[in-house]
């Protein structure tokens, strides 16, 4: 797979709002978001990155541009390219060593992501 965001070997920051947003939960919550992620869809919620270490954050990738205008529940961390600064994701190598990152569901295609609104909508369902 040809997707030229990630890189060939360990992990890098990435700006977000170039080729994507992202949103980040911690914990336990980050983790039972992305399980309830998952079930909606079968399986296939989109590219999702796990941190191993610190605040344990879950990273949602979503398209570029489409966080910024929407209420999302406290718990949850936005990063993008919108007025308020310039936020950077961590993205790991999809082989070799990258810890303490790593992909819990793994980019299928170049312009494939988490969906905003179903993402959103499972958030506040989840944490209130």
Same mark, same amino acid.
């Given at each position: 797979?040809? %997707?030229?965001?990630?890189?060939?070997?360990?992990?890098?920051?990435?700006?977000?709002?170039?080729?994507?947003?992202?949103?980040?939960?911690?914990?336990?919550?980050?983790?039972? #978001?992305?399980?309830?992620?998952?079930?909606?869809?079968?399986?296939?919620?989109?590219?999702?990155?796990?941190? /191993?270490?610190?605040?344990?954050? %879950?990273?949602? #990738?979503?398209?570029? /541009?489409?966080? *910024?205008?929407?209420?999302?529940?406290?718990?949850?961390?936005?990063?993008?390219?919108? *007025?308020?600064?310039?936020?950077? %994701?961590?993205?790991?190598?999809?082989?070799?060593?990258?810890?303490?990152?790593?992909?819990?569901?793994?980019?299928?295609?170049?312009?494939?992501? %988490?969906?905003?609104?179903? #993402?959103?909508? /499972? /958030?506040?369902?989840?944490?209130?």
């Amino acid at each position: 797979m040809d %997707v030229d965001w990630i890189p060939v070997s360990g992990f890098r920051l990435r700006k977000a709002g170039v080729h994507f947003d992202a949103v980040r939960v911690d914990g336990d919550d980050g983790r039972r #978001l992305a399980d309830l992620l998952d079930r909606m869809t079968g399986g296939d919620p989109g590219p999702i990155v796990t941190e /191993a270490n610190g605040c344990r954050g %879950v990273y949602f #990738l979503l398209p570029a /541009a489409s966080t *910024a205008h929407r209420s999302w529940p406290r718990g949850v961390t936005r990063y993008n390219s919108g *007025a308020g600064g310039v936020g950077y %994701v961590p993205v790991p190598a999809l082989d070799g060593p990258t810890w303490p990152l790593a992909w819990r569901v793994p980019p299928v295609a170049n312009d494939r992501f %988490v969906h905003p609104l179903l #993402l959103c909508t /499972a /958030a506040c369902e989840l944490l209130g």
